[in-house]
């Protein structure tokens, strides 16, 4: 049984930084793809970041291209998302999502798997 689970979110100011991790476990992930989506109140899940297990290929969305950078710990079998120069408007609640068969990597129904979500609140 695949297990998400994010840690890492909090209060921060604008300007600052976080660093979300995503600990994955019940399967080997080598073919899939891990994705961030968030989803701020009253608003759809938008893709952040995905990440390829195997050979590490990213992809980003605009909003974040530049501040955000999502990497693996094949090792210890994490995700982690690094927030830089946060502002308001990426306050939302961030999810980590597997994806086993991928394809387009930024649509949030072709992944098969979700964390719980972490809550991010950046205060301006």
């Known amino acids: 049984q695949v297990q998400l689970v994010e840690s890492g979110g909090g209060l921060v100011q604008a300007g600052g930084s976080l660093r979300l991790s995503c600990a994955a476990s019940?399967?080997?992930?080598?073919?899939?793809?891990m994705g961030w989506f968030r989803q701020a109140p009253g608003k759809e899940r938008v893709f952040v970041a995905a990440?390829?297990?195997?050979?590490?290929?990213?992809r980003y969305s605009d909003s974040v291209k530049g501040r955000f950078t999502i990497s693996r710990d094949s090792a210890k079998n994490t995700v982690n998302l690094q927030m830089n120069s946060l502002n308001a408007e990426d306050t939302a609640v961030y999810y980590c999502?597997?994806?086993?068969?991928?394809?387009?990597?930024?649509?949030?129904?072709?992944?098969?798997?979700w964390g719980q979500g972490t809550q991010v609140t950046v205060s301006s």
């Open positions: 999502a597997a994806d086993s068969n991928p394809r387009g990597w930024m649509r949030s129904y072709e992944y098969d798997y």
């Open positions: 019940g399967r080997t992930f080598s073919s899939y793809v």
């Open positions: 990440i390829s297990w195997s050979g590490g290929s990213t």
